[in-house]
């Protein structure tokens, strides 16, 4: 009897019930072709369509069961949209004309297979580093109300403290929900940019315009967050409140080193001091339905421990109606060294694993699309088994 086979035998043998993870999701990333479509498709839509059938159908051989699709993933549009142009990613020419809707197409696919689809968009986001303006189309707001945008490290972002922002962001959260049969709105860790070394923000011109009575330009930073968070909220519950909110942050919030209620991390970046996110307090407040945030550490880290972090969230999520999922990265174990936990036994398996012994955590995400489906270190084979049933206490991966 082959290893593998034991180890199959063994999972059936001892899996009993404990936390049920009724969310078990997948991320379909658009932006640099990430996962869809493959840069071979750009521009064709009989290949597109058929990479995106091929997805679904390899998700919902896992036990997959919704899909987070990216549709704007720098100021642009993967959907029929007359606000904004359509994606370079996917036709190759940002505001060319799309001859078929891929959001609504895909989201007819999804629904065929019993997935849901929670639409992923980038509020802030104009461009990637590595891909300058010249690639926007004429009509772009950039080039109409350039006035709206600062630029940090080459990028391009649409200015959070202006209130024409956070009214541009719900002008296109309502024109989604209102046109598509989706399940829930998503964003994920990107607000204000990532810190690139000591490289300032480029915002004390709007904080002196705008400063609402804030004296601290990192509290009024959070506050701009905050502020579009809860319209966005709003927004989406006025048009059709059975629509979702969901947020995935950065995996940690802060270090109980600057705040003793934070998690016992040392991260180098955190939500609350570096990226004005206080995801806790969108907890709190119930402007948002889900949190998922992206743990892509291994059980055991020692500036980020999954496990220590896994268990931070969930107390977060005690007593509120806010549900918690976890973010995943399959991604790591692609190319991993021998000598790192990614390379050794099954990483993917422990974290699945101690998930179901945290009552709080109701749902998994994995990311993303394309490096899960190459199966490495057979990730594939793991979830498959572990969905199939989907109780997983003593799952046998120490």
Known sequence: MTKKVLTILLLFATLS???????????????????????????????????????LDSLQSLGINAVIFQVRPTADALYFSELEPSSHWLTGTQGAPLTYDPLEWTIDEAHKRNMEVHVWLN????????????????????????????????????????????????????????????????????????????????????????????EDIRDWRRDNVNLAIQAISETIKECKPEVEFGISPFGVWRNASVDSTGSATQAGITNYDDLYADIRLWIKEGWIDYVLPQLYWEIGKKVADYEILAHWWANEVKGTSCRLYIGMAPYRLENA???????????IGRQMKLNRTIPEITGECFYSTRPLLRNPRGVCDTIRLIYKDDRAENLPWE
């Open 337 to 347: 060294s021998a000598k790192t936990p990614w390379g050794q036994g099954n990483e």
């Open 123 to 214: 509020p802030y986001r104009v461009n990637l580093a590595k891909t300058d303006t010249s690639i926007l189309a004429p009509n772009h707001l950039l080039r109409r109300h350039p006035e709206w945008f600062w630029c940090y490290a080459k990028q391009w972002y649409f200015d959070p403290g202006l209130p024409i922002t956070r009214e541009w962001i719900c002008t296109i959260v309502q024109d989604i929900v209102d046109r598509y049969d989706i399940q829930a709105i998503h964003m994920d860790d990107y607000f204000y940019p990532y810190p690139q070394g000591k490289q300032a923000l480029p915002d004390t011109t709007t904080f002196a315009k705008h400063p609402r009575g804030f």
């Open 17 to 55: 019930a404990n936390a049920e993870i009724s969310f078990r999701g997948a991320w379909i990333a658009t932006v640099a072709n990430i996962d869809w479509p493959s840069v071979e498709a750009v521009g064709n839509d009989s290949m597109q369509k058929s990479e995106m059938i091929w997805i």
